[in-house]
């Protein structure tokens, strides 16, 4: 299985931005889904975005506009780049990779916001 680890988190004012990494430790390429989830505290983890392996894209509502996210199939990596922070998307990041039963996630990463 493949293992994931974040980073990029941090505080930031409101209106920052940041770059979170998902560095993987084996290949990516055989996995088409890589996405971000995000979970604040006392709430649920909720999907933030998805890329595919060949570059499409998704958003949930919240963060259109403002998050960008990618992946780099050649360096096994995966990003997240957060414009235009708001003191709610204050939560733990999390990476993963794939889906059901060979899925993988990361450990997060904290992101605060302050406002």
């Known amino acids: 299985q493949v293992q994931l680890v974040e980073s990029g988190g941090g505080l930031v004012q409101a209106g920052g931005s940041l770059r979170l990494s998902c560095a993987a430790s084996?290949?990516?390429?055989?996995?088409?889904?890589m996405a971000w989830y995000r979970q604040a505290p006392g709430k649920q983890r909720n999907l933030v975005a998805t890329?595919?392996?060949?570059?499409?894209?998704n958003y949930v509502d919240s963060v259109k506009g403002r998050f960008t996210i990618s992946r780099d199939n050649d360096k096994n990596m995966g990003y997240l780049q957060m414009n235009s922070l708001k003191p709610e998307d204050t939560a733990i990041y999390y990476c993963?990779?794939?889906?059901?039963?060979?899925?993988?996630w990361g450990q997060g990463t904290q992101v605060t916001v302050s406002s």
């Open positions: 993963k990779l794939g889906v059901g039963p060979l899925e993988s």
């Open positions: 890329v595919t392996r060949g570059g499409t894209t």
């Open positions: 084996g290949s990516i390429i055989g996995f088409n889904l």
